[in-house]
């Protein structure tokens, strides 16, 4: 069992930054990976960056890479997600995912809003 708490979503305006943060607790062990996706109103979530465990790996969707940054410190059990150059398409509840592949788990977080105005 992993709880993910989401923090660091507000208002910008578009060309703003922001740096979203995901604290996770429980059986932090056994994550595999992790990400961050978001969801705008009326549209599907969809990842935005991804993470394996020792950092090795990191995926972006084409809409945001070169201007986000997913990192990870395992030490304080955090992943953060650094979004510069912020447009109004990157409006969006994002939610903080943990998966757990030698188990088939996955874990979310309530969200943090991301709103990115004109």
């Known amino acids: 069992q992993v709880q993910l708490v989401e923090s660091g979503g507000g208002s910008v305006q578009a060309g703003g930054s922001l740096r979203l943060s995901c604290v996770a607790s429980?059986?932090?062990?056994?994550?595999?990976?992790m990400g961050w996706y978001r969801q705008a109103p009326g549209k599907q979530r969809e990842l935005v960056a991804t993470?394996?465990?020792?950092?090795?790996?990191?995926n972006y969707a084409d809409s945001v890479k070169g201007r986000f940054t997913i990192s990870r410190d395992n030490a304080k059990n955090t992943v953060y997600l650094q979004m510069s150059s912020l447009k109004p398409e990157d409006t969006a509840v994002y939610y903080c995912?943990?998966?757990?592949?030698?188990?088939?788990?996955?874990?979310w977080g309530k969200g943090t809003l991301v709103t990115v105005s004109l």
């Open positions: 995912n943990s998966e757990h592949g030698n188990y088939g788990l996955n874990y």
């Open positions: 429980g059986s932090t062990f056994s994550i595999t990976r």
């Open positions: 993470i394996t465990s020792g950092g090795e790996t990191i």
